[in-house]
């Protein structure tokens, strides 16, 4: 297992390298070029530059964290082969600077959904939050000026303005697809990508739907292990697996956590986990929190011994945090509270592996 942190490089995070290497347990960082229009190829000397800098800093650069799919291919348009050429030509230059995980998700136009960014919570922190009823009022657009608002000037990554603009159409199109077509249009471009994968040795790892029920009548299908099931069945290649983020799986009170870490890591189809903790206030409502299982409704033992059991051997990342002790940073990506997540969730492995060795 190795122990990272997400990164966003040239400028656009208030996280340095400096930092993150301090932080005790961390060996690298998933990084990403945010700029670059979906859809297109991403430069190789860029990747370089890229590398580089992490590399310099004393840090790995083995996940990136995320390559977008285009709109095309999801909506199974005539014009995907051209994006999926793309992709494969993107997945060959991350090959070249060593990257072994890509994190990606197949949300339909919009990406991850949170109604507030910065919610006071009663500690003087600010967390993300989701409060369904004011997502169900507000319009798609209404709801991206709403996380570019409260964005502190960040380019939020999954709300490109590329995407922005053509949102309505893109969600009235949607409304009209099949969910099974939408399966078929994810079994097209894995059928596509994933001998490429293989050939270039990047595990290719899904992210699920957050939240993982339907918004705006959009087809949500990552979302419970049901489905999980399913999208790891339309290409069996181990190349074909998933980054299993707690919180974004969590907000289903009905998804057993550490059951679906077991059962997945266990198929050595889990490459990369995204761990933190919410709290709910309903079914459908709930605040991101601090990764103490004490301050959320997930429990991270039993979360971090289910990976630990099935020798895990894929990357963790703590994932979002709180904003605390006065930092500005982007939205759920300040330095503080992942690196007590971080080193929570390193406490927790070291325990465990002592525990098993009787020590
Ligand atoms: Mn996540």
Excluded at 90 to 110: A, D, H, Q
Excluded at 115 to 128: H, Q
Aim: hydrophobic residues 40%; contains cysteine.
């Amino acid at each position: 297992m190795k122990m990272i942190l997400r990164w966003f490089p040239e400028g656009n995070d208030s996280v340095t390298l400096e930092q993150i290497r301090q932080i005790p347990g961390v060996s690298g960082v998933a990084a990403c070029l945010i700029d670059i229009p979906v859809g297109d190829v991403w430069p190789l000397e860029r990747l370089q530059a890229m590398k580089k800098e992490i590399n310099d800093a004393g840090l790995e650069v083995e996940v990136i964290e995320s390559v977008n799919i285009h709109e095309d291919i999801k909506k199974g348009l005539p014009t995907r082969d051209q994006y999926i050429e793309n992709y494969i030509k993107t997945l060959e230059n991350l090959s070249k600077i060593g990257i072994k995980c890509l994190c990606y998700n197949f949300m339909p136009v919009l990406d991850w959904a949170r109604s507030e960014l910065a919610l006071p919570l009663e500690d003087g922190s600010y967390a993300m939050a989701y409060r369904h009823e004011t997502v169900l009022k507000m319009n798609p657009n209404n709801m991206a000026d709403v996380m570019q608002s409260q964005s502190l000037g960040y380019a939020l990554p999954g709300w490109e303005p590329e995407r922005l603009s053509v949102m309505q159409k893109d969600i009235e199109f949607y409304q009209s697809m099949s969910t099974e077509t939408y399966w078929e249009n994810m079994k097209y471009f894995l059928d596509a990508v994933i001998p490429y994968a293989e050939k270039y040795d990047i595990k290719m790892a899904i992210h699920p739907d957050d939240p993982p029920w339907p918004l705006y009548g959009l087809p949500k299908v990552i979302s419970n292990a049901e489905n999980i099931r399913k999208f790891l069945s339309l290409n069996d290649s181990p190349y074909n697996g998933l980054t299993l983020c707690t919180g974004s799986l969590g907000a289903d009170l009905n998804n057993d956590i550490p059951a679906i870490c077991r059962e997945f890591s266990s198929q050595g189809r889990v490459h990369f986990a995204h761990i933190r903790n919410i709290k709910h206030l309903s079914e459908k409502d709930f605040n991101e929190t601090a990764h103490l299982s004490e301050c959320g409704d997930l429990d991270l033992f039993e979360i971090v011994k289910a990976f630990h059991d099935t020798d895990f051997n894929g990357y963790i990342r703590p994932d979002h945090g709180r904003m605390i002790w006065g930092e500005k940073a982007r939205p759920g990506y300040g330095l503080y509270d992942r690196a007590l997540g971080a080193n929570y969730i390193l406490g927790l492995w070291e325990a465990i592996t002592k525990m098993k060795e009787g020590k």
